[in-house]
């Protein structure tokens, strides 16, 4: 057992570790497919470690239609809306059309939000957009916000989002994504379970109408997460603008 005893500011021991180092700050990559296959869905993700934060945008039939949220995400930046300025001004880089694989938006005092842009082939998929479809993400382990010798929640909020969550895929219908969403949290558990913690399952739609479901599963010191819910689309000025999710 080791001998390591942390202490919170007021001297007393605090069983819960300190935080981790902040993440390594990323590097752009333009380096994108020649040509969009046929059938191919995009998703914006963006990741912001330092509010702990995960947002996604899409699916979209287009990385064109991507393009405001990534405006907006840049608009704080004045570095990033000049990288922005330059890559769309290059005749010989289809920007609006090929898009980036990860677009770093450098913040204050050494922080980013770090945007990425996921593909994926889905005929039905693409087919039915911009119908509403749904969209699987995963999240964890996600670490409780624990504080003080109780062990009590700190913040009401597990800490991790930002840098454990992804796209799991879309699908048209309900079933399928429960289904996959089942799987992937069976996956996720599957070797904890084998290490001998006591993890708790559950599964629930969340109040309020928003048509979106969570799957749980919680130890006492993690929590994971995996949502499915109905990507509804809106318009504007009559281009298709997919509505911004922040898990």
Known sequence: MSDLAFFSSDGSEDLSPPPPPPPPFPTDDFDVPARTLPNTIFYLTASTPHTDTFTIHGP???FAALLPAIQTASSSSPAAIEKLRILRADADFDFDGLGFTRFVVPLERGAFTLLQVVREVSEPVHEMLPGPVYTVTAHGPLEHDMGGMLRTVASGRSRG???RSWIVGTWVDVETARDRARETMDGMLREESAGGQRITRSERMEPGGRRRWIL??????????VKYEVDKVTHCENKPYWEKHQV
Do not use: I
């Open 60 to 62: 979209s039939p287009t």
């Open 161 to 163: 989002l930002a840098t």
């Open 216 to 225: 749980l599963g919680m130890s006492a010191r993690f929590v994971w997460e």
